[in-house]
Structure formats: C-alpha cells, structure tokens
C-alpha cells in the first residue's frame, strides 16, 4: 500500500500512551510512505475488540487478548484469533489467522509480530495481495522502521487465486525504499511451470523510479536480415540523464549497436540516436544512422528546436527499417529553428538541410537549402471598426549544387474588415505584396535582380442556416453555403525562379486559398470565384455531428498568363469539383470519402473513401479505398475480431490495384487471459522501392504487470490497423 500504516497505543502501567509501531506495504513490492501517516498524524485514535482482556499490571504487566482480536485505525485493520501485549519489550504478539488489510493491501499470516522498541513488523506464513490485480506469499515477511521490507521464500503473479499461469519465484528479496531500489535473489520466472527466465541476482528500481540494468530481450524474423535478436540495457546515468543501449544481431548481416541518450533540464530536452552496423555481410559496407532532437524554451518566450539526420546510404530504411512506410523516405529533413510569439509580433529563424536519399530523384530536382529562412509578422491585435493590420516579411538564401541559387526577400501588407453577425460574415481583405530576388548562376541573359510587385483583392462571405429536423427531435440541419471572389492582376514572372513553390492538390482548403500555387515564386493572375455549400446534422444535446457533406468548385472569369516553369499554361475555366462526405450510422459504422472529378471526359482525378465498423472495443473492421489518377490505386482491409472467448483474429491486406500486388499484407492472432496475452504475427511487405518483397515473423509473449517478451508485434498491429489498441497490456 502507499501511505498505509498501522498505529497501536496501549495504556501500560504508567498510565502513559506509547506509540506501538506503524506498517506498511507498496503495491509494487515498496515500503515507500511507510510511515507517513505516523509522521502525519501520531495521535490517531486506536479502536480495540476483544472475546476477552486479561491484564496483569504486576511487576511483570502484560495485557492478554482472546476470542478474537480486532485493531482498527482508520480504514486499516489488523485481526487475529488472539494476541499478547509485552510492555517490557514493547511488543505485541498475534497468532491465529493473523490479518492486515488497508484498501490497497490485505495480508495473511500464521503470526506477527510488532515490535516498538525495533520498529519491526513480522509476519510468519504470510500471503498478501496488493492493489486489484497482484498478489503472492512468502514464509516470512519483515518490515523496518527504516524503510526496508525484507522477504524470505517469495512468489508473485498477477494471475487470480487459482492460478499461476506465470510466476515469479525468489528465495528472497530486499526493498529498500531510501536507496529506492530491491534486489532479489535466485529468481526464475515461470510461465505455464516452465522456467523463461532465471538469474542468481537482481536489483531493479521501486515505483517508477529508474534504475540500470536489462531491459525484456526481443526476438523476430526477416526474409532478408534473418533471425534478430535484441538485448537492451538502460543506464541511468542522473537523475535527469539517461542512455538505453540495445545490441541488435541479425543473423545474415551481423551485429548492430543501437544508443539513445535523453536528457532534460528546467528549460530543454533532446533525445540523440545512433545506430552503427559494422561491415553488414550483405550490403558489404558499414551503415550508420543518426539522429538528434533538442527543444529550448526560454523564460522571455522564445524558443529553440533542432531535428537532425543522417543516414549512411540511401537503402538503410529499406533494409534495417522494417516497415512499408520507411520505404518511401525520399528525403532526411535536417533544420535548427528559434522563434518567439508576441502579442502583436513573431519571428522565426531557420537553417534547413535535406539529405536526399532515393537514388531517383536527380541533383535538379532535389531541394534547396534555406541558410537561412528568416520570418517577420506583425498585426494590430485590437479591430479598430472592424478593421484588422498585419504585416509578413521573409528573407531566404537559397542554395544548391546545381542551378540558379540566391536571396529571395518577400513583403507583404494585409488589411481586411470583418463583418461577422450570428447567421452570416463578410471579410473583404486588400493585400500588397513586393517579392525582390538576388540570384546567382543564372542563364546567359537571365536578370541577377527581378523583382515583382501585386495587389490582391478578395471578399470572403458565408451564410449558416439551422432547422431542427421533425422526424428527429434531437437533431439540427445545418445549410452553409460560402462564396469568395479573387482579383489578382497579371504580372510577368517566367523570369523569376522557382525555389520552394508548388502546385498543391486540390481540395477544401485549397478551393478558397487567394493563389493557386503554394509557395510565393508564382502569384497567378486571376479572377476566381470559389463557391461551396456544406450541410452538417448535429446533435443538439450533445453537439456530436452525426453527417457533414461539403462539395465545391473555383470558376476562373478569365484567362491566367502564369504556369510554373515545368508547366504550360492551360486556359481552364473551371476546376474540378471537391467533395468530402461524413456521417456515423448507428453509433457503430464511420464511413468518411473523398473525390475529387472534372467536367465532360476528364473523369475521376482523385477519389478517398473509408468505412470503419466497431460495434465494441475489441471488435474493428476497417475498409478503405484510394485513388490518384495516373499515379496510384489501392484497396486496404485491416480488422482485429474476435474468433473464440480469449482469441482475436487480426490482420491487414493492402493491395496495389494499379500494379496488381500485395504491397503489404499480416495475419496473426492475439490470445489473452486474465494475467498474460501472446501475439503471433506474419508479416510479407515492400520492403525496397523497387518493389523487392520481405517477410518475417513475430512472437510477443505478455506477462501482464512484468514484462513483455519476444518481437514487439504490437507496433506492427497499432500502425496497421486503425483504431486498434494493446487490450493485453
């Protein structure tokens, strides 16, 4: 228990209260609080029952209890069938069924012992229960005034009276809680009376303090890597240091060292990771990984972030990753930032780096480094009549091996009105922005200095309407219909480079941006009209949406003169439609699609949809579907079902209609019981970007409230399946 004690004051023959002895027992196995009630409250009344009281108050008094004894303080309580009081040792002895229970503990023994004079508490035969779920036995159990608890002839589980499904054996252990750590000696731990484990010594921390040692081993399978076995070892180096080191053997490439060291202080922490694989035997070459995060936040508000990595080689992921989505890494983002956000001002500065690692991608296609980005924006918080100011600036230093490099610097002042009344908004908005360049390597011909100036011009207006739905009380239909118009002159900008600005996918956010390019190199000219409708049904007691559909499209009144330098300049005078549909049927289905078509024979160009069944927590079903014209088409089916009382039957296809493969697909079953769980998981996915396939094979055994041993298949699970969660931890 944690804080429980057990106070005895019994009247000797000098009339005096004497404070007896205080006991406790932390649910881990900790005597952490041990005496805190005594400290806290040394003057708590005492109840005593008893069959019968026998007092001797002569030259030797004692005080002798029978037909039962009952001692309460509190919520605590102590019993036995009878018990001795010794003044002169300053002891009280109960034999008989001894029992101590306090809402978190509850111990049983053939006898105790509470001695005053030592500040001991001794239990003979003793069997306790800690908390809701733990509980075990040990042929003797003492407790120190100091803090220590001492246990002889141990055992431990999790699992109910009546089984023992695993257990944890030791001939003895030693919790001291001022050194904050056990030690125990001669352990195995059993599992189905099998011994999985056994040392001749262990030491291990008390609540959640850390202490160093071993962490459980792993144990998996690849196709391509072999047999892998992990061993970690966490060092705890300070209070506020620490480094877990993880040796990883694959048995067809050799041995990997795996270092994450984290610190923390009163304004950052950071993680640093280093992963080293000497000669691997089928890459014939050492690899290497490295990567580092930090964060500072200052007292004044600023604030300082760095994330960094490098890997040796461009097939590292592919390789020792072991995942479909490290596959497609293309590149390795490298940037140190410090900010700060005011009131009425922020500043951000950058220093960004990629190190492009798919072997693809051409040195013209890869992108620059910003050394540096700096950002300034200001507004003026309070609305005057309406009325709101800001201002944006940007400074950029572009740079790269090959083609044109240089400063970019952008400006731009904005000032819009907001009319906002319950049921409608309007928000005309002016914005003048200058974009000035100082370029390097550029063409025969080719302006070092263009500039450009624009102003930009747009009113964004909405209605909201609302109407209670008749066949549902409790429901509200919404109708929200928004239009934003665009004027954007033409300026001529086939002068001007293209650093960092694309041309984004379309979709609802996208619809009512003012530029259709993301980036500022390209401003395209323009007048557009945006226009959208969404409905939305609600719950008006609780505000839950149960459907929302929102569908839109951009009209172009006339001709746009600028296109990115890949591109050729298209006379369009609409854009595709947008689509996005929500709704949730019988608090059991979510089913969410998106899609995006254009008009006459241009078809489908993107297409999203989703279908989620969960009737409880450990039943998920979920479909899914998407679709990029010219690029991808794949159907997804992930699930973890139950298929008997304690076995879940999980799983994941997902499927490349486009090039008619399996790009990843699992199976496996989860079994869980009252105090353990096991997770089988096979696994075959694209492992390379060439399309090579890998497979392999986890083995997770979960010892509930100890360990879990073998390959951690619960993350291949939690990032496969939606929805899914560690119902065995």
Known sequence: MTGSCLLLAVAAASGQDRPFCQAGLDTGLSTEAFFADWQDDPTGTITFEAGSVEADIGESPRVVMSGGVLVKRGDRLAGADSANYDPDTMSLSLDGQVRYQDPLTQIIGRSARLSYSTGTIRFEGAEFQLGAGSRGSASELEISEQGTLHLAGVTYTTCPPGSNDW??????????????????????LRFQGVPILYAPRLTFPLGDARKTGFLAPEFGSSGRSGNEIRSPWYWNIRENYDATLTPRLL??????????FRYLTERSDGTAEFEYLSNDTLF????????????TLFENGWRNLIDFRETSDTRYFEDLGGSLATTSITHLNRIALLDYYGRTWSFVGRMQDYQTIDEAIVPEDEPYRQLPNLRVSASVPDRWLGFRTGFDSELVNFDRKVGVTGWRFDARGLVDWSLEQPGWFVTPTVILQHTRYDLDNTEPGQRTDPSRTLPIASIDTGLIFERPMRSAGDWIQTLEPRMQYVHIPFREQSDLPAFDTIEPDLNLVQLFRRNRFLGV?????????SVGVTSRILNSNTGEEIFSATVGQALYLSESGVSLPTEELAAIETSDYIAEVRFLLYENF?????HQWGDGQIGTTRSEARLQYRPAGNKILNLAYR????????????WSWPVASSWNFVGRYNYSLREQETLEQFYGFEYESC????????????????????????LQLVLKGMASVGTRADRVLERGILGYSRSTE
């Open 284 to 295: 014939g070459d050492t690899r290497s990984y490295l990567e580092y995060r930090h964060r």
């Open 627 to 638: 679709y990029r014209r010219g690029s991808l088409e794949q159907s997804d089916i992930s």
């Open 590 to 594: 979510n089913f969410e699609v998106g």
């Open 521 to 529: 190199d390209r401003i395209v000219d323009t007048d557009q009209l």
């Open 675 to 698: 105090c353990w769980g096991l997770r089988a998981v096979y696994r075959r996915y694209v492992s390379t970007r060439d399309g090579t396939q890998d497979s392999s094979f986890g």
């Open 167 to 188: 257990l944890l054996v030791a001939d003895d252990i030693q919790l001291d809680t001022n050194e904050g750590q056990g030690t125990a000696r001669k352990v195995a």
């Open 251 to 260: 048995t067809e490439r050799g041995l990997q060292l795996g270092t994450e």
